[in-house]
């Protein structure tokens, strides 16, 4: 790393090879605001590569969607995001990894990765059928919208997709089934 510059965190780090500068980043917690404050951080720095190195299980899938957006207004001024998985992206983490920029999403053939039905946990709720058939709309909405938007990053079709998840089902996959069978991910960490 660069040793004159001073990080807003101790999960970035900016790195030089061949000339060219680029931001790395560890994302444990799905923080939105860490993200943009890397993103922002770059940016101050005229740097146009990041790295993404995702080792999470997951967390809010509205934290996740929202790092997905500044991903894609990051893509879309020209620059690059490298997703990389060495180890665990499940759940929302997953999401955040299959955004990278195709053909820069990278991972160890032994990580592994997983994709499931969205959850929800209340504690002391009182319930009844019509909230509870709200409740199950807006939720098949939300997973609706996430699977259409998945089967655009791989090669799964989406009723495949909805058929591995539903219920309580889980896609799991290693790093090697991602790049292989599934296309979520593009290449091996060497």
């Excluded at 990278?106 to 969205?118: G, T």
């Amino acid at each position: 790393p660069d040793a004159h510059l001073s990080y807003p965190n101790s999960k970035i780090k900016i790195f030089t090879k061949e000339n060219e500068k680029y931001g790395y980043y560890v994302l444990t917690n799905i923080l939105a605001d860490e993200v943009k404050e890397y993103f922002d951080y770059l940016r101050e720095h005229n740097i146009h590569h990041a790295v993404i190195e995702i080792s999470s299980p997951g967390g809010s899938l509205f934290e996740g969607q929202r790092i997905v957006s500044l991903i894609s207004e990051w893509q879309s001024q020209g620059n690059i995001v490298e997703t990389r998985c060495l180890s665990f992206a499940a759940s929302a983490a997953f999401l955040i990894f299959v955004a990278g920029d195709k053909g820069k999403r990278l991972v160890s053939p032994e990580a592994q990765l997983m994709w499931h039905e969205l959850w929800t946990f209340k504690m002391f709720s009182l319930d009844t059928p019509s909230s509870t058939e709200e409740q199950s709309r807006i939720l098949r909405h939300l997973q609706d919208t996430l699977n259409h938007w998945l089967v655009t990053r791989g090669k799964l079709k989406k009723g495949e997709l909805d058929e591995k998840i539903r219920g309580i089902k889980e896609l799991w996959m290693s790093g090697r089934q991602a790049k292989e069978i599934f296309g979520f991910a593009d290449g091996f960490i060497k």
